[in-house]
């Protein structure tokens, strides 16, 4: 008699709980976004962009943007070109974001609840009710949803009972009516623009770390690029020579170095991140050039007497341990590791110590080159790869944070390895 009481029991509940598919959808992201608001909440104060990454990560999935967007503009759509609906449609984008970013910014700490939907149109559309139990007083937030090809999507959000839709619609619209279609997406592509920062450093050539002409400018910038955007922020690499950098970074247009090996002892002028790659450094010599390392003591006694002539990077601090083992050797610079190569290649320099995979790089490159011209496999030492920060730099050590926390994120949630492999990084 109990099992066909939990039978009766169990088939009435299923008969009476309808699906709820619009509210589950809205209701998922909404709850991994203030999940992880308030889980990041010190974060995010430390880093205010973070914040627009949560809402895209979680919040902007939901809506229907070009929908939305062809709702504000109306008649205005068949009438604009593709750049025009482009355009716009980049406009209401940051738009939209702005808007979550303001509403959601005095709510940290506080979770929203959901009623069931309210379906209509056969349940292709449905009104989802959520409130945000803020400690001043609810703050309801509604989602006017349809579905589309098996899902839910958002065409309207009202905060504080204020549509999106209508709200922006009206501006449009008297922008229009005063400066015609194409004057008033002009003016409304300034007004919404994305307003992420930009930090901008400077990059010295160093294929495959970093130049412009790389899948995503090289590793070394993909990663930095990677980390900062972990936390909502934007870079720009600007290729340019290693004073060139000097002078745009004291000037401030710059805030430091993509990539630079850190300065032995106290460095008073720059801030250095938390390494992120690692510069094998070896040997490359002509193949008829008797010249090996096997150790510090067996080249020294090798070379003594010898005038080998050596080539190093300029303006680089190779640290003191590598120095060291460099005695005895006639030393040359060259800024690239292609003029090194080169140079070897052709007996102005006897020997090169330059980064493996560089080196390996310029070989593959140049196969006339690599007929003659060999890196040995011992390493002479390694030098970590390092983002480097003028001190004088507005929020350097904000900047710092924003990477080394970036950082470890990538490193934790997989995409750093996946950049390592993308770039095709020995390891």
């Not at 009438?79 to 209401?92: E, G, I, K, P, Y």
Request: charged fraction near 25%; include cysteine; hydrophobic fraction near 40%.
């Amino acid at each position: 008699m109990k099992k066909l009481l939990y039978v009766l029991l169990f088939v009435t509940s299923c008969a009476c709980a309808k699906p709820d598919p619009a509210s589950t959808t809205v209701k998922a992201e909404s709850d991994a976004f203030f999940a992880e608001l308030n889980t990041e909440h010190d974060l995010v104060k430390r880093h205010p962009p973070l914040l627009k990454k949560l809402i895209k990560d979680h919040l902007v999935p939901l809506i229907d943007e070009e929908y939305m967007a062809r709702q504000v503009l109306g008649d205005n759509w068949k009438r604009a070109s593709f750049s025009q609906r482009q355009a716009f449609l980049d406009t209401f984008r940051n738009k939209v974001l702005e808007t979550y970013a303001d509403a959601f910014a005095a709510y940290y700490g506080y979770g929203v609840t959901f009623s069931p939907a309210e379906y209509s149109d056969n349940r292709k559309k449905a009104l989802v009710k959520g409130t945000i139990n803020a400690e001043e007083g609810d703050v309801p937030i509604n989602f006017r949803m349809y579905k589309t090809r098996n899902r839910w999507k958002a065409y309207d959000i009202q905060f504080n009972d204020i549509s999106l839709i209508r709200s922006y619609r009206e501006q449009v619209a008297r922008n229009i009516q005063q400066q015609g279609l194409a004057q008033a997406i002009s003016i409304l592509a300034k007004e919404y623009q994305d307003q992420t920062p930009v930090i901008e450093f400077g990059a010295v050539s160093w294929d495959p770390y970093m130049a412009p002409g790389l899948p995503n400018q090289g590793l070394a910038v993909d990663i930095v690029t990677e980390a900062f955007a972990e936390l909502g922020y934007r870079t720009k690499a600007n290729f340019m020579s290693g004073p060139s950098i000097e002078d745009k970074t004291d000037e401030g247009s710059l805030a430091g170095d993509i990539a630079a090996w850190r300065r032995e002892g106290q460095d008073d002028e720059y801030f250095y991140s938390a390494p992120y790659l690692s510069n094998r450094l070896v040997f490359a010599k002509r193949d008829n050039d008797p010249f090996t390392f096997q150790s510090p003591e067996q080249m020294s006694g090798f070379i003594k007497g010898k005038g080998y002539r050596l080539g190093l990077y300029s303006d680089v601090d190779y640290g003191s341990s590598i120095n060291q083992q460099l005695d005895g050797f006639v030393i040359d610079h060259r800024d690239y590791c292609s003029q090194l190569i080169r140079d070897v290649g052709n007996k102005s320099l006897d020997l090169a110590l330059l980064d493996q995979w560089a080196g390996a790089i310029q070989l593959q490159q140049k196969p006339a080159l690599a007929e003659h011209v060999t890196l040995l496999d011992n390493a002479v030492g390694e030098r970590l790869l390092r983002m480097r920060i003028k001190r004088s730099t507005k929020d350097a050590e904000t900047i710092l944070d924003a990477f080394n926390t970036g950082l470890e994120r990538i490193k934790a949630n997989g995409k750093y390895a996946a950049l390592l492999k993308l770039h095709k990084y020995p390891q």
